[in-house]
């Protein structure tokens, strides 16, 4: 489970790379997702330390992800029953923990290649998920990634990415259930 996860938060950051570089007008959001991957996967071909690939992070592919969805996605009905600020800092928690994580497995990247798949679109033209295969040798089944776009009022943003089908969110959700069960459990006591 938690090497699905640290497959699921290397792919993610991968695909925040490819969207942390300026999008240009011919390229569609797939495109961009590739691009900025292999772009990451150039900057990790110098072998950063854990705080350049932090700082990295930070700077170029923070931003290309909607975390503000991706904490509304994770808080499901408890979401709607809390405060914008609270909303604010449930986002803020989620891209700590999201990049913290991805620093951590970007780490021992060791020069693994990609293979894109054809993406697949909505109907409506403003949701896609684009599929990754991450290329070990000697593995005749690579782990797959799949990252969920969607295009919001600021343009496309990663609002997900699965690993072998583990979704970020989901984890996240857990994770937030289990905070909640627990601070309710000692406001009790």
């Known amino acids: 489970m938690l090497k699905r996860f640290a497959v699921l938060l290397l792919s993610a950051f991968w695909a925040i790379s490819a969207l ?3 999008p240009q007008l011919d390229m569609s959001p797939p495109a961009q997702l590739e691009r900025g991957v292999y772009k990451l996967l150039a900057f990790m071909g110098q072998r950063p330390q854990s705080a350049e690939i932090a700082d990295y992070l930070d700077k ?3 931003h290309f992800f909607n975390f503000d969805e991706m904490a509304r996605l994770a808080g499901g009905a408890y ?3 809390i405060t914008p600020l609270q909303r604010g800092e449930m986002a803020e928690e989620i891209k700590r923990w999201f990049l913290t994580e991805l620093t951590l497995k970007l780490t021992s990247y060791r020069g693994q290649g990609v293979k894109f798949m054809r993406p697949r679109y909505n109907r409506e033209g403003d949701e ?5 295969y991450i290329l070990q040798p000697g593995n005749y089944y690579p782990p797959r990634i799949d990252f969920r776009l969607q295009k919001f009022r600021q343009g496309w943003a990663v609002s997900d990415v699965a690993a072998s089908g583990q979704s970020a969110v989901m984890h996240y959700r857990k994770s937030l ?3 909640l ?3 309710q ?3 009790y006591r």
Request: charged share 15%; no cysteine; hydrophobic share 35%.
């Open 181 to 183: 069960t627990y601070r």
């Open 128 to 132: 896609a998920i684009v599929s990754m």
């Open 185 to 187: 459990y000692r406001a």
């Open 60 to 62: 170029n592919v923070a």
């Open 20 to 22: 942390a570089q300026q």
């Open 79 to 81: 979401y709607y029953q």
């Open 177 to 179: 259930g289990n905070e």
